[in-house]
């Protein structure tokens, strides 16, 4: 796999840094304090095609590849972890189940308003005890009378209660059958239930550790009456199309990673570049450099791992293990590196108005979010043979 990016790649790297230094960070701590979402600032993206890169033309979309998409968050991330998971998931998990696997009626009707950015679309699947774990799925779903009754709740959903949220894409359980050792099996089916239907209640947000910016809320379906032909996909394909949108959701959620790390790495050779202590910059003190740069070995294996996940993905391959791989080595070089700045920075690294302070914050749910670190090592493992 090629590492070089393209003429185009390129370009639209280099716009969406400019766009992130320009507007994005100076507004980030404004917003992470306020913890609003800053609308003006997703039109923009919006304006921009940011939000349609992966789809084509005739639905709204800018016709690029996923891999355009993973740069895009890689460079917001740099600077604004919850306006890179914004796109991320907006696009990754809101718009691409609809466009992987919805009718060509529904694609019509959602994908352009989502392409543009005018909309956004949230992902239904993790539960008390269910994400992973499919078969700890508890919202039900039943045909009556030509509409699917949805009774259930779901958790940390992201961007599924913000001002232009329009719909979210739910699983739940159709049916049961009985396996040959007597274990119950569970039929998981897909539905896009509009924002604003009766019964379907966004919960107040939730108060997180980091992320302040970005839209999380947990969503309680009660005989939520949605259209038979609200079914996504088919029925009984739901967490199998659900786990293709999360392994494709991985490769750009390392991406954001890998901004996140070279966040952190730009901070700290800012500092420690421009801090004097001791008649010398802190930089020349060797401890210091060394720490930096072990910064960039983790950047730099963090970006190799998410390039070769998206160009393994955008060529059609398999690219399970390559996801895995990406996420995991991106999330704990995040981590690692906004641990790092953090101790350059010294007592102003614990100051909020610090880009390395809310990166010290917003980093720890990256080896949570979209699979845990736990979850990559399992299919890892698995794709290894055991």
Not at 183 to 200: H, M, N, Q, R, Y
Not at 237 to 243: D, K, M, V, Y
């Amino acid at each position: 796999m090629s590492h070089e990016l393209t003429t185009d790649e390129q370009q639209l790297s280099d716009l969406v840094r400019d766009f992130a230094d320009d507007v994005v960070a100076p507004a980030a701590y404004e917003y992470d304090t306020r913890r609003e979402l800053p609308y003006k600032i997703i039109a923009q993206m919006g304006e921009m095609g940011l939000f349609g890169l992966p789809f084509p033309q005739e639905y709204g979309g800018q016709g690029k590849s996923y891999f355009h998409l993973c740069l895009a968050v890689e460079q917001l991330g740099r600077v604004d972890q919850s306006i890179g998971v914004t796109l991320e998931a907006g696009v990754g998990l809101g718009a691409m189940p609809i466009w992987r696997s919805g009718t060509e009626a529904q694609k019509r009707e959602w994908m352009p308003m989502l392409a543009r950015g005018e909309a956004l679309a949230a992902f239904g699947l993790t539960e008390a005890d269910a994400g992973s774990d499919a078969a700890g799925t508890k919202t039900t779903a039943s045909l009556e009378d030509g509409e699917w009754v949805i009774n259930g709740t779901k958790q940390f959903i992201t961007n599924s209660g913000t001002e232009i949220t329009r719909l979210v894409t739910v699983t739940a359980v159709t049916g049961e059958s009985i396996r040959a050792d007597g274990s119950v099996k569970k039929e998981l089916s897909a539905f896009l239930v509009p924002s604003g239907t009766p019964g379907f209640t966004v919960e107040p947000s939730y108060d997180k550790v980091g992320w302040h910016t970005s839209d999380t809320h947990p969503l309680t379906f009660d005989d939520v009456r949605i259209p038979e032909s609200n079914l996504l996909g088919e029925r009984g394909r739901g967490f199998a199309n659900f786990a293709q949108t999360l392994d494709e959701g991985r490769v750009a959620f390392a991406a954001l990673c890998t901004g996140a790390a070279q966040g952190c790495l730009d901070e700290s050779i800012r500092y420690a570049t421009s801090r004097h202590v001791f008649g010398r910059s802190l930089g020349e003190n060797q401890h210091i450099a060394f720490k930096i740069a072990r910064m960039q070995a983790r950047v730099h294996a963090a970006r190799l791992a998410y390039y070769d996940a998206a160009r393994t993905l955008v060529a059609g391959k398999p690219f399970k293990l390559q996801a895995s791989l990406a996420k995991l080595i991106g999330s704990e070089a995040a981590m690692d590196n906004a641990r790092d700045a953090t101790q350059i920075f010294g007592g102003y690294g614990f100051l909020n108005e610090n880009p390395v302070a809310r990166h010290y914050r917003d980093s720890k749910v990256l080896e949570i979010g979209e699979g845990t670190t736990e979850v990559q090592l399992m299919i890892i493992a698995r794709e290894l043979g055991f």
